[in-house]
């Protein structure tokens, strides 16, 4: 600040130095509203940043500061337990048991008299369910040879595919070691640990990663025919997530339909990775996914997943934008007349119906451009001008309306990524349990492995013996259709 004695000084020496005096100050006012202008921005950015969590955005739970968000799920109006018409899983009678004790009164209750020669009047019933002794079964495999009456020569028998040594472990238990570790993530040393407990005799870490290699090896066509059903499908999804191998941030794809299931692993997130797995160039159908840039390169038919939206327009509702609730509100109304329509077998929707969804969008997206207009000037920063997160939401939902209401015109196309997010979940969790692959091969052959038992459970196959057969090779022929 001047003081009033330099102002004063400004003035006796005469006009000139009081216009330079003003010219002083204004650049001064002008440079300090500029560095205002920049922290609101920052200031701006910051709340936006502090404010989202797994509710309005695509932030992973984890991440959430207590208190926890709300769930994006309305009330159902049903009550806890089970529901009107469930037909429940409770245990049943076995008309014939594997094993039948019969318990015999000892002596009379009431005076005492031995009862061992009683006349029997009835019984009672109870069955117990539980596992047998727990113990592995030796099975000795004996190769014959004989000699033959008319060479005299002899001949040995062949011993069974996967009977290779003097002693080796069997296709069952390797198959129950190959399931824990592939399937339910468990460690390499847990695996081990709790097959000693269960068997007392517990594969070693060796044998359990040469049985994961030879399950592998055994579902290299098998993964073909997966990829080829995928690239055939009428409706596929597709994702990406994050994946720590030896060090280093490489990514898991995911491709999937109620059927089947395929992953791969590539040091890329983009077209690159996507180009090499192969199955979004040849695919022909509708790509359900997020709007990660990459997909649309691709010529088949887009569907964008609307629970992202859903999360970013619950966002800028929390925020005051009033058009981001009705956008909600629609968005979920399409979703139940949908969901409705495909339960009473309809093939479509009525045009009439079309038509008031599609006015209703398109106000909608009107009043959304009014309540985030484009930036009135440019910050000095090179490149596009930096929109807000709300414009840049109501632009998409603008531009890529027939993506984002595909699922209102062709009812075979779900609202959300739901398949592919579950069928990728799980690959997080066991990122959370062991950190990391060390190895890329480690990372390839948990893909495969998991592909085709995720594969095999939505065909309605169990999963050991789905691996067992595999481990025989002799995999599941697995069909892309009903």
Not at 142 to 157: D, F, I
Not at 400 to 413: G, Y
Not at 430 to 443: D, I, L, N, P, Y
């Amino acid at each position: 600040m001047l003081s009033r004695e330099a102002i004063l000084a400004a003035y006796k020496e005469g006009p000139d130095a009081v216009v330079e005096l003003v010219q002083r100050l204004s650049g001064h006012v002008e440079r300090l509203g500029t560095q205002l202008e920049t922290m609101e921005e920052r200031v701006r950015a910051l709340e936006e940043r502090l404010s989202l969590n797994s509710r309005n955005s695509s932030k992973p739970p984890s991440t959430d500061s207590a208190p926890k968000p709300k769930s994006l799920r309305g009330k159902s109006g049903k009550k806890p337990g089970g529901q009107p018409g469930h037909k429940g899983a409770s245990l049943k009678w076995v008309e014939t048991p594997d094993r039948l004790e019969v318990h015999s009164p000892g002596e009379c209750r009431y005076c005492g008299a031995s009862l061992a020669d009683g006349e029997a009047l009835g019984c009672q019933r109870r069955q117990v369910v539980d596992l047998p002794e727990l113990r592995l079964e030796v099975t000795e495999h004996r190769a014959l040879r004989k000699q033959c009456r008319v060479c005299r020569q002899g001949t040995e028998a062949a011993f069974p595919c996967g009977v290779v040594a003097g002693v080796g472990y069997g296709p069952r238990i390797k198959s129950l070691g190959v399931y824990l570790n592939q399937y339910q993530l468990l460690p390499y040393e847990r695996v081990s640990r709790l097959l000693r407990d269960l068997f007392n005799a517990g594969l070693s870490v060796g044998t359990l990663y040469s049985a994961i290699e030879q399950c592998h090896e055994a579902l290299s066509k098998t993964e073909e025919v997966i990829k080829q059903g995928v690239q055939q499908a009428e409706v596929a999804n597709y994702d990406e997530t994050g994946l720590d191998v030896a060090g280093r941030r490489m990514w898991l794809h995911v491709a999937s339909t109620g059927r089947l299931t395929h992953y791969g692993a590539h040091p890329r997130r983009g077209s690159l990775a996507t180009d090499a797995i192969g199955i979004l160039p040849e695919f022909t159908g509708t790509a359900v996914h997020d709007a990660w840039s990459s997909y649309p390169k691709y010529s088949c038919r887009h569907a964008l997943c609307n629970v992202h939206h859903l999360r970013e327009l619950t966002c800028l509702e929390e925020q005051g934008q009033g058009w981001a609730s009705g956008m909600i509100r629609l968005l979920l109304e399409i979703k139940r007349t949908v969901c409705e329509a495909v339960e009473q077998g309809e093939t479509g929707l009525s045009q009439k119906s079309l038509a008031w969804y599609e006015m209703r969008y398109q106000d909608l997206i009107e009043q959304g451009m009014v309540v985030n207009p484009l930036p009135s000037e440019r910050t000095g920063k090179r490149g596009p001008v930096k929109r807000s997160k709300g414009r840049n939401l109501v632009e998409r939902l603008d531009k890529r309306r027939d993506e984002v209401l595909c699922f209102m015109h062709d009812l075979r196309v779900p609202f959300d990524n739901n398949q592919a997010e579950r069928d990728v979940r799980m690959v997080k969790v066991q990122q959370k349990v062991s950190g990391c692959f060390r190895t890329m091969e480690g990372a390839q052959m948990f893909c495969r492995i998991r592909a085709y038992i995720s594969t095999a459970r939505k065909q309605g196959f169990n999963p050991l013996a789905a691996l067992e057969t595999a481990l025989r090779k002799q995999p599941l022929i697995l069909t892309p259709a009903e």
